[in-house]
Nanobody, 121 residues
């Protein structure tokens, strides 16, 4: 019974900050790389960031480098995404997803339900 529950989305002004969380259950959380994937209205899904099982390796899409930070707390089975200097282009539904394969593979076997982030003045 693998579950990923994303939360923390909402309305934020351009230049503002928001922190997303994803609570996992039903599997050994620390054994898996987890990613944040977003889908903007009318567009395809985009990998935002990924983190290895022990948190030692991370990756970011070029569009969010320097603004977003991914982290995890394996004792709490929780994934985080700190988003700073938000832009209107960041408006999307954000999903947490368990990586299928290696950390750098953009394929996923389980998805959370997503949380909506709206960046608007």
């Amino acid at each position: 019974d693998v579950q990923l529950q994303a939360c923390g989305g909402g309305l934020v002004q351009p230049g503002g900050s928001l922190r997303l969380s994803c609570r996992a259950s039903g599997f050994t959380f620390g054994n898996y790389a987890i990613s944040w994937v977003r889908q903007a209205p009318g567009k395809g899904r985009e990998r935002v960031s990924g983190i290895s099982g022990n948190g030692g390796n991370t990756d970011y899409a070029e569009s969010v480098k320097g603004r977003f930070t991914i982290s995890r707390d394996n004792a709490k089975n929780t994934l985080y995404l700190q988003m700073n200097s938000l832009k209107s282009e960041d408006t999307a539904v954000y999903y947490c997803a368990r990586v299928y394969g290696t950390m750098w593979d953009a394929t996923y076997d389980y998805w959370g339900q997503g949380t909506l982030v709206t960046v608007s003045s």
